[in-house]
């Protein structure tokens, strides 16, 4: 059984930086292709970022340029450095292995805002 833990999510003005951190249970971490969600009020859930076993990343248009994904396969971490924040990616973000039917975390709260 895997299990997901994101933390570091909060208020930012917009323009500013918040730095997601998802932590996973679990053996065989390094073979799995990670990856953040978003989900807003009222709207689907939706692919913020990428990584797969070989460090390659993709990212959507909406946040190509200004959000980084990472991971360190000693730690079992994910992370999503996100930058000039704007208030459309107000949402709760979803760390999540092994795609949609695989594991998710409980979510952590992004809101951006003056």
């Known amino acids: 059984q895997v299990q997901l833990v994101e933390s570091g999510g909060g208020l930012v003005q917009p323009g500013g930086s918040l730095r997601l951190s998802c932590v996973a249970s679990?053996?065989?971490?390094?073979?799995?292709?990670m990856a953040w969600y978003r989900q807003a009020p009222g709207k689907q859930r939706e692919l913020v970022a990428t990584?797969?076993?070989?460090?390659?990343?993709n990212y959507p248009d909406a946040v190509k340029g200004r959000f980084t994904i990472s991971r360190d396969n000693a730690k079992n971490t994910v992370d999503l450095q996100m930058n000039s924040l704007k208030p459309e990616d107000t949402a709760v973000y979803y760390c999540?292995?092994?795609?949609?039917?695989?594991?998710w975390g409980r979510g952590t709260q992004v809101t951006v805002s003056s």
């Open positions: 679990g053996s065989f971490f390094s073979i799995y292709a």
């Open positions: 990584i797969n076993s070989a460090f390659s990343t």
């Open positions: 999540n292995i092994g795609g949609i039917q695989g594991y």
